[in-house]
Protein backbone atom coordinates (compact mmCIF):
# COMPACT_ATOMS: atom_id res chain seq x y z
CA UNK A 1 0.00 0.00 0.00
CA UNK A 2 1.70 3.28 -1.36
CA UNK A 3 1.25 6.08 1.46
CA UNK A 4 -1.81 8.11 0.43
CA UNK A 5 -4.06 5.29 -0.12
CA UNK A 6 -6.83 4.45 1.97
CA UNK A 7 -6.86 1.46 3.93
CA UNK A 8 -8.98 -1.65 3.45
CA UNK A 9 -10.27 -1.04 6.37
CA UNK A 10 -11.53 3.07 5.15
CA UNK A 11 -12.13 1.48 1.59
CA UNK A 12 -14.84 -1.32 3.32
CA UNK A 13 -16.03 1.15 6.11
CA UNK A 14 -15.43 -1.83 8.83
CA UNK A 15 -14.35 -0.53 11.81
CA UNK A 16 -12.00 -3.68 13.02
CA UNK A 17 -8.67 -3.29 14.50
CA UNK A 18 -6.26 -2.48 12.19
CA UNK A 19 -2.66 -3.43 12.56
CA UNK A 20 0.18 -2.77 10.62
CA UNK A 21 2.19 -6.04 10.11
CA UNK A 22 5.85 -6.18 8.87
CA UNK A 23 6.88 -4.34 5.81
CA UNK A 24 3.93 -1.93 6.58
CA UNK A 25 0.84 -4.82 5.58
CA UNK A 26 -2.36 -3.97 7.04
CA UNK A 27 -4.16 -6.69 9.38
CA UNK A 28 -7.61 -6.99 10.11
CA UNK A 29 -8.29 -8.92 13.56
CA UNK A 30 -11.73 -10.09 12.91
CA UNK A 31 -14.11 -11.93 14.71
CA UNK A 32 -15.69 -15.32 14.05
CA UNK A 33 -19.12 -13.50 14.42
CA UNK A 34 -18.22 -10.89 12.03
CA UNK A 35 -16.02 -12.73 9.84
CA UNK A 36 -18.30 -12.99 7.36
CA UNK A 37 -19.52 -9.31 6.97
CA UNK A 38 -16.31 -7.70 7.13
CA UNK A 39 -15.37 -10.59 3.83
CA UNK A 40 -18.52 -9.36 2.07
CA UNK A 41 -17.84 -5.94 3.04
CA UNK A 42 -14.17 -5.81 1.57
CA UNK A 43 -15.56 -7.87 -1.43
CA UNK A 44 -17.94 -5.06 -2.20
CA UNK A 45 -15.36 -2.63 -1.60
CA UNK A 46 -13.16 -3.97 -4.39
CA UNK A 47 -11.22 -6.84 -2.82
CA UNK A 48 -12.43 -9.48 -5.04
CA UNK A 49 -10.39 -12.28 -5.25
CA UNK A 50 -9.22 -13.92 -2.26
CA UNK A 51 -5.15 -15.19 -3.02
CA UNK A 52 -4.43 -17.60 0.24
CA UNK A 53 -6.33 -19.13 3.14
CA UNK A 54 -4.35 -21.10 5.76
CA UNK A 55 -4.64 -21.94 9.39
CA UNK A 56 -1.81 -21.92 12.05
CA UNK A 57 -1.30 -23.38 15.08
CA UNK A 58 0.07 -21.24 18.22
CA UNK A 59 -0.41 -24.05 20.71
CA UNK A 60 3.64 -23.48 22.05
CA UNK A 61 3.12 -19.59 21.01
CA UNK A 62 0.29 -18.58 22.68
CA UNK A 63 2.00 -14.70 24.02
CA UNK A 64 2.18 -13.94 20.42
CA UNK A 65 2.10 -10.02 19.87
CA UNK A 66 -1.59 -8.92 19.44
CA UNK A 67 -3.10 -6.13 19.61
CA UNK A 68 -5.09 -6.06 23.49
CA UNK A 69 -8.50 -6.12 22.47
CA UNK A 70 -7.98 -9.33 20.41
CA UNK A 71 -7.87 -12.51 22.64
CA UNK A 72 -5.25 -14.78 21.72
CA UNK A 73 -6.90 -18.40 21.06
CA UNK A 74 -5.05 -21.81 20.04
CA UNK A 75 -6.08 -21.59 16.01
CA UNK A 76 -5.91 -18.86 13.68
CA UNK A 77 -7.11 -18.54 10.36
CA UNK A 78 -5.39 -15.92 7.80
CA UNK A 79 -6.68 -14.88 4.40
CA UNK A 80 -5.12 -12.98 2.37
CA UNK A 81 -7.39 -10.58 -0.02
CA UNK A 82 -6.47 -8.64 -3.43
CA UNK A 83 -7.70 -6.07 -4.57
CA UNK A 84 -7.04 -5.86 -8.44
CA UNK A 85 -8.63 -2.38 -9.03
CA UNK A 86 -6.56 -0.86 -5.96
CA UNK A 87 -3.19 -3.08 -6.59
CA UNK A 88 -3.72 -3.68 -2.91
CA UNK A 89 -4.30 -6.18 -0.20
CA UNK A 90 -5.33 -7.21 2.86
CA UNK A 91 -4.97 -9.67 5.63
CA UNK A 92 -7.53 -10.97 7.87
CA UNK A 93 -7.04 -12.89 11.03
CA UNK A 94 -9.02 -14.46 13.22
CA UNK A 95 -8.92 -16.42 16.38
CA UNK A 96 -10.11 -20.27 16.46
CA UNK A 97 -10.52 -21.36 20.01
CA UNK A 98 -9.70 -25.12 20.10
CA UNK A 99 -12.59 -26.51 21.70
CA UNK A 100 -14.67 -25.27 18.96
CA UNK A 101 -12.38 -25.12 15.92
CA UNK A 102 -15.32 -24.09 13.31
CA UNK A 103 -15.08 -21.04 11.18
CA UNK A 104 -17.88 -20.15 8.24
CA UNK A 105 -16.94 -21.05 5.23
CA UNK A 106 -15.81 -18.21 2.55
CA UNK A 107 -17.03 -20.61 -0.20
CA UNK A 108 -20.12 -18.44 -1.13
CA UNK A 109 -18.31 -15.12 -1.19
CA UNK A 110 -14.86 -16.42 -2.88
CA UNK A 111 -15.09 -19.63 -4.61
CA UNK A 112 -11.30 -20.05 -5.06
CA UNK A 113 -10.96 -20.93 -1.11
CA UNK A 114 -12.48 -24.00 -1.81
CA UNK A 115 -9.45 -25.98 -2.00
CA UNK A 116 -7.23 -23.52 0.23
CA UNK A 117 -10.45 -24.40 3.11
CA UNK A 118 -9.86 -28.20 2.73
CA UNK A 119 -6.48 -28.18 3.17
CA UNK A 120 -6.70 -25.99 6.42
CA UNK A 121 -9.15 -28.88 7.34
CA UNK A 122 -6.96 -31.63 6.20
CA UNK A 123 -3.99 -30.17 8.06
CA UNK A 124 -5.30 -28.58 10.75
CA UNK A 125 -8.60 -30.40 11.82
CA UNK A 126 -10.55 -27.11 11.51
CA UNK A 127 -14.16 -27.14 10.42
CA UNK A 128 -15.29 -24.80 7.66
CA UNK A 129 -19.23 -24.71 8.23
CA UNK A 130 -21.37 -24.98 5.07
CA UNK A 131 -18.08 -26.10 2.84
CA UNK A 132 -19.93 -28.01 -0.16
CA UNK A 133 -16.85 -30.52 0.09
CA UNK A 134 -15.52 -31.54 3.41
CA UNK A 135 -12.81 -33.97 2.61
CA UNK A 136 -9.63 -34.13 2.85
CA UNK A 137 -7.17 -33.06 0.37
CA UNK A 138 -3.47 -33.89 0.31
CA UNK A 139 -3.69 -36.86 2.99
CA UNK A 140 -5.53 -40.45 2.79
CA UNK A 141 -9.14 -40.66 3.61
CA UNK A 142 -8.44 -42.71 6.22
CA UNK A 143 -5.57 -41.04 8.01
CA UNK A 144 -6.06 -40.41 11.41
CA UNK A 145 -4.84 -36.76 13.01
CA UNK A 146 -3.69 -33.69 11.73
CA UNK A 147 -0.45 -33.59 10.59
CA UNK A 148 0.32 -29.51 11.08
CA UNK A 149 -0.75 -29.51 14.40
CA UNK A 150 1.72 -28.89 17.15
CA UNK A 151 0.85 -31.54 18.79
CA UNK A 152 1.42 -33.92 16.09
CA UNK A 153 5.19 -35.10 16.49
CA UNK A 154 7.01 -34.87 13.34
CA UNK A 155 8.81 -38.86 13.05
CA UNK A 156 6.33 -40.26 15.37
CA UNK A 157 4.67 -42.73 13.32
CA UNK A 158 5.03 -46.04 12.99
CA UNK A 159 6.16 -47.55 9.83
CA UNK A 160 5.81 -51.00 9.53
CA UNK A 161 7.42 -53.02 6.51
CA UNK A 162 5.78 -55.97 5.58
CA UNK A 163 8.73 -57.88 3.92
CA UNK A 164 10.79 -56.29 6.96
CA UNK A 165 13.49 -59.54 7.49
CA UNK A 166 13.27 -60.73 11.37
CA UNK A 167 11.25 -60.76 14.40
CA UNK A 168 9.29 -57.46 15.33
CA UNK B 1 -12.78 -31.33 22.08
CA UNK B 2 -10.46 -34.18 22.34
CA UNK B 3 -8.83 -35.41 19.39
CA UNK B 4 -10.97 -38.97 18.90
CA UNK B 5 -14.10 -37.07 19.30
CA UNK B 6 -12.92 -34.25 16.62
CA UNK B 7 -11.78 -37.05 14.13
CA UNK B 8 -15.29 -38.77 14.59
CA UNK B 9 -17.03 -35.38 13.35
CA UNK B 10 -14.55 -34.57 10.92
CA UNK B 11 -14.39 -38.04 9.76
CA UNK B 12 -15.10 -36.55 6.11
CA UNK B 13 -15.62 -39.62 3.71
CA UNK B 14 -14.08 -39.88 -0.03
CA UNK B 15 -12.54 -36.95 -1.94
CA UNK B 16 -13.27 -39.07 -5.07
CA UNK B 17 -16.04 -37.94 -7.45
CA UNK B 18 -18.94 -39.67 -6.07
CA UNK B 19 -22.26 -41.03 -7.90
CA UNK B 20 -24.49 -37.64 -8.64
CA UNK B 21 -27.49 -38.90 -6.07
CA UNK B 22 -24.39 -38.86 -3.41
CA UNK B 23 -23.35 -35.52 -4.57
CA UNK B 24 -24.09 -32.11 -2.56
CA UNK B 25 -25.71 -30.03 -4.90
CA UNK B 26 -23.08 -26.86 -4.33
CA UNK B 27 -20.41 -29.34 -5.07
CA UNK B 28 -21.66 -30.57 -8.01
CA UNK B 29 -21.85 -27.71 -9.34
CA UNK B 30 -17.97 -27.52 -8.11
CA UNK B 31 -17.35 -30.31 -10.74
CA UNK B 32 -19.94 -28.90 -13.47
CA UNK B 33 -18.03 -26.49 -13.83
CA UNK B 34 -20.57 -23.57 -12.73
CA UNK B 35 -19.10 -22.56 -8.86
CA UNK B 36 -20.90 -19.30 -9.58
CA UNK B 37 -24.54 -20.35 -10.18
CA UNK B 38 -27.16 -21.22 -7.67
CA UNK B 39 -25.76 -18.88 -4.97
CA UNK B 40 -29.29 -18.17 -3.94
CA UNK B 41 -32.93 -19.43 -3.60
CA UNK B 42 -33.46 -23.64 -3.33
CA UNK B 43 -31.42 -26.25 -4.52
CA UNK B 44 -32.98 -29.35 -6.20
CA UNK B 45 -31.72 -32.58 -4.91
CA UNK B 46 -29.57 -34.31 -7.58
CA UNK B 47 -32.15 -37.19 -7.13
CA UNK B 48 -35.45 -34.88 -8.14
CA UNK B 49 -33.73 -33.96 -11.53
CA UNK B 50 -35.46 -35.89 -14.49
CA UNK B 51 -31.99 -36.07 -16.12
CA UNK B 52 -32.17 -37.05 -19.82
CA UNK B 53 -29.37 -39.67 -19.72
CA UNK B 54 -29.73 -42.44 -17.38
CA UNK B 55 -26.97 -43.22 -14.94
CA UNK B 56 -25.83 -45.96 -16.90
CA UNK B 57 -25.12 -44.15 -19.79
CA UNK B 58 -22.77 -42.45 -18.40
CA UNK B 59 -18.77 -43.63 -16.97
CA UNK B 60 -17.28 -42.24 -13.98
CA UNK B 61 -13.49 -42.87 -15.10
CA UNK B 62 -9.68 -42.21 -13.58
CA UNK B 63 -6.88 -40.10 -15.49
CA UNK B 64 -4.23 -40.57 -13.62
CA UNK B 65 -2.35 -41.01 -11.21
CA UNK B 66 -0.54 -42.88 -14.00
CA UNK B 67 -0.88 -40.54 -17.15
CA UNK B 68 1.82 -39.05 -18.68
CA UNK B 69 -0.27 -35.84 -19.94
CA UNK B 70 -0.83 -35.13 -15.70
CA UNK B 71 3.01 -34.05 -15.63
CA UNK B 72 3.21 -36.13 -12.27
CA UNK B 73 0.90 -37.55 -9.80
CA UNK B 74 -2.53 -35.78 -10.68
CA UNK B 75 -5.86 -37.66 -10.70
CA UNK B 76 -8.55 -36.29 -12.51
CA UNK B 77 -11.75 -38.23 -12.09
CA UNK B 78 -14.30 -37.44 -15.06
CA UNK B 79 -18.04 -38.48 -15.64
CA UNK B 80 -18.27 -38.81 -19.32
CA UNK B 81 -21.56 -39.25 -21.92
CA UNK B 82 -19.68 -40.93 -24.69
CA UNK B 83 -16.34 -39.24 -25.07
CA UNK B 84 -18.04 -35.96 -23.90
CA UNK B 85 -16.46 -34.64 -20.06
CA UNK B 86 -20.05 -33.92 -17.92
CA UNK B 87 -18.29 -33.23 -14.59
CA UNK B 88 -14.63 -33.66 -13.37
CA UNK B 89 -12.83 -33.33 -9.87
CA UNK B 90 -9.04 -33.35 -9.62
CA UNK B 91 -8.02 -35.26 -6.77
CA UNK B 92 -4.66 -34.70 -5.51
CA UNK B 93 -1.99 -35.50 -2.50
CA UNK B 94 0.08 -38.64 -4.37
CA UNK B 95 3.16 -36.43 -3.91
CA UNK B 96 2.55 -34.74 -0.25
CA UNK B 97 5.82 -34.89 1.96
CA UNK B 98 5.05 -33.11 4.22
CA UNK B 99 7.13 -29.76 3.11
CA UNK B 100 5.53 -27.35 5.35
CA UNK B 101 6.06 -29.44 8.18
CA UNK B 102 9.44 -30.11 7.68
CA UNK B 103 9.95 -26.09 6.98
CA UNK B 104 9.08 -25.90 10.72
CA UNK B 105 12.18 -28.00 12.00
CA UNK B 106 14.84 -26.47 9.45
CA UNK B 107 16.26 -22.83 10.49
CA UNK B 108 16.11 -19.73 7.98
CA UNK B 109 19.63 -21.27 6.44
CA UNK B 110 18.42 -24.11 5.62
CA UNK B 111 14.80 -22.92 4.87
CA UNK B 112 15.83 -22.16 1.54
CA UNK B 113 16.63 -25.77 0.78
CA UNK B 114 13.50 -26.98 1.39
CA UNK B 115 11.11 -24.77 -0.56
CA UNK B 116 13.33 -24.80 -3.58
CA UNK B 117 12.21 -28.56 -4.54
CA UNK B 118 8.43 -27.39 -4.24
CA UNK B 119 8.50 -26.01 -7.71
CA UNK B 120 11.20 -27.67 -9.33
CA UNK B 121 10.56 -26.02 -12.70
CA UNK B 122 11.22 -22.40 -11.02
CA UNK B 123 13.53 -23.20 -8.05
CA UNK B 124 14.39 -20.08 -7.56
CA UNK B 125 11.18 -18.29 -7.44
CA UNK B 126 10.33 -20.60 -4.61
CA UNK B 127 14.18 -19.46 -2.52
CA UNK B 128 12.91 -15.72 -3.69
CA UNK B 129 9.55 -15.75 -2.21
CA UNK B 130 10.76 -17.05 0.81
CA UNK B 131 14.11 -14.80 1.43
CA UNK B 132 11.72 -11.86 1.43
CA UNK B 133 9.61 -13.14 3.33
CA UNK B 134 12.51 -13.52 5.80
CA UNK B 135 13.86 -10.54 5.40
CA UNK B 136 10.98 -8.42 5.66
CA UNK B 137 10.37 -9.99 9.60
CA UNK B 138 14.15 -9.19 9.60
CA UNK B 139 13.80 -5.79 8.54
CA UNK B 140 16.95 -5.74 6.43
CA UNK B 141 17.99 -4.02 3.51
CA UNK B 142 19.82 -5.81 0.48
CA UNK B 143 22.33 -4.63 -2.01
CA UNK B 144 21.28 -3.25 -4.98
CA UNK B 145 23.46 -5.76 -6.85
CA UNK B 146 21.53 -8.43 -4.71
CA UNK B 147 18.69 -7.45 -5.72
CA UNK B 148 19.26 -7.14 -9.38
CA UNK B 149 21.11 -10.19 -9.81
CA UNK B 150 17.61 -11.94 -7.84
CA UNK B 151 15.59 -10.45 -10.50
CA UNK B 152 18.28 -12.03 -13.34
CA UNK B 153 18.48 -15.61 -12.34
CA UNK B 154 14.82 -15.45 -11.65
CA UNK B 155 13.77 -14.11 -15.29
CA UNK B 156 16.24 -16.66 -16.45
CA UNK B 157 14.53 -19.38 -14.89
CA UNK B 158 10.88 -17.99 -15.93
CA UNK B 159 12.62 -18.65 -19.34
CA UNK B 160 13.10 -22.10 -18.38
CA UNK B 161 10.34 -22.87 -17.15
CA UNK B 162 8.46 -21.37 -20.06
CA UNK B 163 10.36 -23.26 -22.37
CA UNK B 164 10.02 -26.52 -21.15
CA UNK B 165 6.34 -25.67 -20.71
CA UNK B 166 6.28 -25.18 -24.59
CA UNK B 167 7.99 -28.40 -25.02
CA UNK B 168 6.07 -30.69 -22.99
CA UNK B 169 2.49 -29.01 -24.36
CA UNK B 170 3.79 -29.64 -27.55
CA UNK B 171 4.50 -33.50 -26.51
CA UNK B 172 0.84 -33.64 -24.96
CA UNK B 173 -0.43 -32.52 -28.55
CA UNK B 174 1.46 -34.73 -30.51
CA UNK B 175 4.39 -32.23 -31.36
CA UNK B 176 7.33 -34.03 -30.50
CA UNK B 177 10.08 -32.15 -32.52
CA UNK B 178 8.49 -29.21 -30.30
CA UNK B 179 9.66 -31.28 -27.04
CA UNK B 180 13.13 -32.12 -28.53
CA UNK B 181 13.86 -28.45 -29.07
CA UNK B 182 12.51 -27.28 -26.15
CA UNK B 183 14.79 -29.17 -23.51
CA UNK B 184 17.53 -28.70 -26.22
CA UNK B 185 17.41 -24.83 -24.96
CA UNK B 186 16.24 -24.92 -21.59
CA UNK B 187 19.72 -26.67 -21.22
CA UNK B 188 21.44 -23.61 -22.14
CA UNK B 189 20.10 -21.74 -19.03
CA UNK B 190 20.61 -24.50 -16.78
CA UNK B 191 23.99 -25.01 -17.98
CA UNK B 192 24.17 -21.39 -16.92
CA UNK B 193 22.48 -21.85 -13.86
CA UNK B 194 25.32 -24.51 -13.15
CA UNK B 195 27.82 -22.61 -13.58
CA UNK B 196 26.98 -19.58 -11.54
CA UNK B 197 24.82 -21.53 -9.04
CA UNK B 198 26.55 -25.09 -8.81
CA UNK B 199 23.56 -27.04 -9.77
CA UNK B 200 21.15 -27.47 -12.49
CA UNK B 201 17.95 -27.31 -10.26
CA UNK B 202 17.09 -27.18 -6.87
CA UNK B 203 19.88 -24.16 -6.52
CA UNK B 204 19.89 -22.84 -3.01
CA UNK B 205 21.28 -20.01 -4.48
CA UNK B 206 18.89 -16.88 -3.18
CA UNK B 207 18.98 -16.89 0.45
CA UNK B 208 18.06 -14.52 3.01
CA UNK B 209 20.16 -11.37 3.33
CA UNK B 210 21.31 -11.49 -0.51
CA UNK B 211 22.51 -14.20 -2.74
CA UNK B 212 25.23 -17.29 -1.86
CA UNK B 213 27.94 -16.10 -4.45
CA UNK B 214 28.62 -13.78 -7.35
CA UNK B 215 28.09 -14.28 -10.81
CA UNK B 216 30.54 -15.88 -12.24
CA UNK B 217 33.22 -14.54 -14.28
CA UNK B 218 32.40 -13.61 -17.82
CA UNK B 219 28.70 -14.00 -16.62
CA UNK B 220 27.42 -10.66 -19.07
CA UNK B 221 28.47 -13.09 -22.72
CA UNK B 222 26.97 -16.26 -21.09
CA UNK B 223 23.38 -14.52 -20.61
CA UNK B 224 23.95 -12.32 -23.83
CA UNK B 225 24.17 -15.58 -25.57
CA UNK B 226 21.21 -16.70 -24.34
CA UNK B 227 19.19 -13.72 -24.82
CA UNK B 228 20.37 -13.32 -28.30
CA UNK B 229 19.46 -17.51 -28.57
CA UNK B 230 16.27 -17.89 -26.94
CA UNK B 231 13.93 -14.94 -28.90
CA UNK B 232 15.04 -16.32 -31.91
CA UNK B 233 14.58 -19.59 -31.04
CA UNK B 234 11.25 -18.81 -30.33
CA UNK B 235 10.34 -17.24 -33.40
CA UNK B 236 10.94 -20.78 -34.14
CA UNK B 237 8.29 -22.02 -31.69
CA UNK B 238 5.96 -19.74 -33.08
CA UNK B 239 6.45 -21.27 -36.73
CA UNK B 240 6.12 -24.46 -36.01
CA UNK B 241 3.03 -24.50 -33.80
CA UNK B 242 1.39 -21.03 -34.22
CA UNK B 243 0.17 -21.34 -37.31
CA UNK B 244 -0.01 -25.61 -37.53
CA UNK B 245 -3.55 -26.30 -38.61
CA UNK B 246 -3.45 -29.31 -36.41
CA UNK B 247 -2.74 -26.98 -32.77
CA UNK B 248 -4.74 -24.68 -33.88
CA UNK B 249 -8.02 -26.78 -33.73
CA UNK B 250 -7.35 -28.64 -30.64
CA UNK B 251 -6.55 -25.16 -28.68
CA UNK B 252 -8.64 -22.68 -30.53
CA UNK B 253 -11.94 -22.63 -28.45
CA UNK B 254 -10.69 -25.60 -26.19
CA UNK B 255 -11.08 -24.81 -22.19
CA UNK B 256 -12.81 -21.13 -22.20
CA UNK B 257 -12.21 -19.43 -18.80
CA UNK B 258 -14.40 -16.17 -18.34
CA UNK B 259 -12.23 -13.30 -16.21
CA UNK B 260 -14.82 -13.28 -13.75
CA UNK B 261 -14.59 -16.86 -12.99
CA UNK B 262 -11.10 -16.74 -13.26
CA UNK B 263 -11.07 -14.23 -10.41
CA UNK B 264 -13.65 -15.69 -8.63
CA UNK B 265 -11.29 -19.59 -8.72
CA UNK B 266 -8.51 -17.38 -7.54
CA UNK B 267 -6.29 -18.34 -10.75
CA UNK B 268 -3.06 -16.43 -11.62
CA UNK B 269 -0.82 -16.20 -13.69
CA UNK B 270 -1.07 -16.98 -17.56
CA UNK B 271 -4.45 -18.31 -16.87
CA UNK B 272 -5.74 -14.89 -15.75
CA UNK B 273 -4.41 -13.40 -18.12
CA UNK B 274 -5.32 -15.43 -21.47
CA UNK B 275 -8.66 -14.40 -20.05
CA UNK B 276 -8.51 -10.88 -20.45
CA UNK B 277 -6.90 -9.52 -16.97
CA UNK B 278 -3.77 -7.78 -17.12
CA UNK B 279 -2.78 -8.97 -13.43
CA UNK B 280 1.15 -9.36 -13.23
CA UNK B 281 2.55 -8.85 -9.58
CA UNK B 282 5.80 -7.55 -10.77
CA UNK B 283 3.21 -4.36 -12.82
CA UNK B 284 0.90 -4.46 -9.86
CA UNK B 285 2.98 -4.86 -6.82
CA UNK B 286 6.58 -4.05 -7.68
CA UNK B 287 8.94 -6.19 -5.57
CA UNK B 288 12.95 -5.89 -6.08
CA UNK B 289 13.08 -3.70 -8.77
CA UNK B 290 10.94 -4.31 -11.46
CA UNK B 291 9.53 -0.72 -11.39
CA UNK B 292 12.73 0.28 -12.55
CA UNK B 293 12.85 -2.10 -16.33
CA UNK B 294 10.30 -2.02 -19.42
CA UNK B 295 8.45 -4.79 -20.02
CA UNK B 296 5.01 -5.74 -20.90
CA UNK B 297 2.10 -7.44 -19.54
CA UNK B 298 0.77 -10.09 -21.98
CA UNK B 299 -2.54 -10.49 -21.88
CA UNK B 300 -5.28 -12.84 -24.10
CA UNK B 301 -8.41 -12.21 -25.52
CA UNK B 302 -10.16 -15.34 -25.52
CA UNK B 303 -9.15 -17.48 -22.47
CA UNK B 304 -8.86 -20.62 -24.25
CA UNK B 305 -6.08 -22.79 -24.67
CA UNK B 306 -4.27 -21.04 -27.46
CA UNK B 307 -4.45 -17.93 -25.89
CA UNK B 308 -2.38 -19.17 -22.44
CA UNK B 309 -0.15 -20.84 -24.90
CA UNK B 310 0.77 -17.17 -26.60
CA UNK B 311 0.59 -15.40 -23.24
CA UNK B 312 3.70 -18.20 -22.27
CA UNK B 313 5.41 -17.84 -25.57
CA UNK B 314 5.13 -14.04 -25.26
CA UNK B 315 6.48 -13.93 -22.04
CA UNK B 316 9.67 -15.68 -22.89
CA UNK B 317 9.99 -12.60 -25.51
CA UNK B 318 9.24 -10.36 -22.36
CA UNK B 319 11.45 -11.82 -19.67
CA UNK B 320 14.88 -11.60 -22.40
CA UNK B 321 13.76 -7.99 -22.80
CA UNK B 322 13.92 -7.68 -18.79
CA UNK B 323 17.61 -9.89 -18.89
CA UNK B 324 18.55 -7.74 -21.03
CA UNK B 325 17.82 -4.51 -18.98
CA UNK B 326 19.22 -6.06 -16.40
CA UNK B 327 22.59 -6.96 -17.91
CA UNK B 328 22.82 -3.37 -18.81
CA UNK B 329 21.69 -1.77 -15.57
CA UNK B 330 23.56 -3.94 -13.34
CA UNK B 331 25.43 -2.11 -9.99
CA UNK B 332 28.74 -2.71 -9.20
CA UNK B 333 28.74 -3.78 -4.95
CA UNK B 334 28.36 -6.36 -2.71
CA UNK B 335 25.95 -9.17 -3.76
CA UNK B 336 24.78 -9.99 -0.37
CA UNK B 337 23.95 -7.79 2.98
CA UNK B 338 26.90 -7.27 5.37
CA UNK B 339 25.19 -8.35 8.58
CA UNK B 340 27.25 -10.11 10.50
CA UNK B 341 24.52 -12.09 12.18
CA UNK B 342 22.45 -12.55 9.11
CA UNK B 343 25.04 -13.57 6.22
CA UNK B 344 28.65 -15.67 6.82
CA UNK B 345 31.97 -13.61 6.32
CA UNK B 346 33.97 -14.37 3.31
CA UNK B 347 35.78 -16.88 3.28
CA UNK B 348 39.16 -15.22 3.76
CA UNK B 349 38.15 -13.26 6.87
CA UNK B 350 38.07 -16.85 8.40
CA UNK B 351 41.72 -17.24 8.29
CA UNK B 352 42.12 -13.91 10.08
CA UNK B 353 39.71 -13.38 12.47
CA UNK B 354 38.46 -15.27 14.95
CA UNK B 355 35.12 -12.96 15.23
CA UNK B 356 34.36 -14.42 11.96
CA UNK B 357 34.93 -17.75 12.29
CA UNK B 358 33.08 -17.51 15.52
CA UNK B 359 30.17 -16.22 13.35
CA UNK B 360 30.76 -18.24 10.52
CA UNK B 361 30.23 -21.22 13.00
CA UNK B 362 27.15 -19.95 14.95
CA UNK B 363 25.39 -19.14 11.38
CA UNK B 364 25.78 -22.22 9.42
CA UNK B 365 25.42 -24.34 13.09
CA UNK B 366 21.86 -23.04 14.79
CA UNK B 367 21.40 -19.99 12.39
CA UNK B 368 19.65 -16.40 12.98
CA UNK B 369 17.08 -15.70 14.89
CA UNK B 370 14.43 -13.74 13.73
CA UNK B 371 12.01 -11.59 15.59
CA UNK B 372 8.22 -12.11 16.53
CA UNK B 373 6.09 -11.54 13.74
CA UNK B 374 4.31 -12.27 10.99
CA UNK B 375 4.19 -11.23 7.40
CA UNK B 376 2.81 -12.29 3.72
CA UNK B 377 5.34 -12.05 0.62
CA UNK B 378 4.13 -12.71 -2.58
CA UNK B 379 6.01 -12.71 -5.78
CA UNK B 380 4.80 -13.78 -9.65
CA UNK B 381 6.46 -17.30 -10.34
CA UNK B 382 5.81 -18.61 -14.38
CA UNK B 383 2.77 -20.20 -13.12
CA UNK B 384 0.99 -17.31 -10.83
CA UNK B 385 1.25 -15.71 -7.52
CA UNK B 386 3.55 -17.44 -5.53
CA UNK B 387 3.24 -16.01 -1.63
CA UNK B 388 4.85 -17.45 1.64
CA UNK B 389 3.03 -16.62 4.60
CA UNK B 390 5.86 -17.40 7.04
CA UNK B 391 4.84 -16.98 11.03
CA UNK B 392 8.00 -16.65 13.76
CA UNK B 393 7.74 -17.00 17.49
CA UNK B 394 11.48 -15.35 17.85
CA UNK B 395 13.48 -18.49 17.40
CA UNK B 396 15.85 -19.42 14.64
CA UNK B 397 13.05 -21.68 13.21
CA UNK B 398 9.96 -20.68 11.61
CA UNK B 399 6.86 -21.47 13.55
CA UNK B 400 4.64 -21.51 10.73
CA UNK B 401 5.66 -21.30 6.75
CA UNK B 402 2.83 -21.19 4.35
CA UNK B 403 3.39 -21.79 0.90
CA UNK B 404 0.90 -20.09 -1.48
CA UNK B 405 1.32 -22.73 -4.08
CA UNK B 406 -0.03 -21.03 -7.76
CA UNK B 407 -0.43 -24.58 -9.50
CA UNK B 408 -2.15 -25.82 -5.98
CA UNK B 409 -5.06 -22.91 -6.51
CA UNK B 410 -5.28 -23.03 -10.44
CA UNK B 411 -6.16 -26.60 -10.50
CA UNK B 412 -9.49 -25.47 -9.11
CA UNK B 413 -10.34 -24.19 -12.23
CA UNK B 414 -9.87 -27.37 -14.31
CA UNK B 415 -13.73 -28.43 -14.15
CA UNK B 416 -14.94 -25.20 -15.92
CA UNK B 417 -12.26 -25.99 -18.48
CA UNK B 418 -12.88 -29.49 -18.82
CA UNK B 419 -16.79 -28.86 -18.75
CA UNK B 420 -18.38 -30.36 -22.13
CA UNK B 421 -14.92 -30.67 -24.04
CA UNK B 422 -13.71 -33.78 -25.65
CA UNK B 423 -11.51 -36.41 -23.18
CA UNK B 424 -8.97 -35.69 -26.18
CA UNK B 425 -9.04 -31.92 -25.08
CA UNK B 426 -8.57 -32.77 -21.65
CA UNK B 427 -5.00 -33.75 -22.13
CA UNK B 428 -4.43 -30.27 -23.87
CA UNK B 429 -6.04 -28.08 -20.89
CA UNK B 430 -4.43 -29.87 -18.52
CA UNK B 431 -1.41 -28.80 -19.99
CA UNK B 432 -2.37 -25.48 -20.76
CA UNK B 433 -2.85 -25.24 -16.66
CA UNK B 434 0.48 -26.33 -15.99
CA UNK B 435 0.56 -27.74 -12.93
CA UNK B 436 3.81 -28.52 -11.27
CA UNK B 437 2.75 -31.67 -8.97
CA UNK B 438 6.19 -30.71 -5.90
CA UNK B 439 3.95 -27.86 -5.94
CA UNK B 440 0.60 -28.79 -5.82
CA UNK B 441 1.54 -31.55 -3.15
CA UNK B 442 4.08 -29.79 -1.35
Redesign the interface.
Known sequence: MTTGQASAAELAGVGEITVNGAGGQEVLHVTREHYLEVAGALREAGFEMCADLCAVDYLRHLERPLPEAVRAERFEVVVNLVSLEHRQRVRLRVQVPESDPVVPTLFNLYPGTENMEREAFDLFGLCFEGHPDPTRILMPDEWEGHPLRKDYAVGRVPVQFKQAPGPR | ?N?EE??A??S????ELLERDET????L??EEGS??RL?EGPVLAPGDIDVEFGEDETMIINMGPQHPSTHGVLRIMMELEGETVLRSKPI??YL?T?M???GE?LTYVQGATNVTRMDYLSPLHNELVFSLATE??L?IEIPPRATWIRMLMTELNRVSSHVLWTATNGMDLASTSMMIYGFRDREMILSFFEKATGLRMNHNYIRPGGVAADLPDGWEDDVMAIVETIPGRVDEYDELLTGQPIFKHRTEGVGVISPELA??????GPILRASG?A?DLRR??PYLAYDEVDFDVIVGTVGDTFDRYAVRLNEIRESCKIVRQCVEKMPPGDYRAQNKKVTPPPRARIDESMEALIHHFKIFTSGFEVP???????IESPRG?L?C?L?S?GSNKP??M?I?APS??N??SLPPLLRGGLIADAVAVISSVDPVMGEV??
Open positions: MGLRETAGLQDPVAAIPLRIGHGEKTEALGIAMSATVWALAGEVYTAEGYVDYRHRFVLQDR
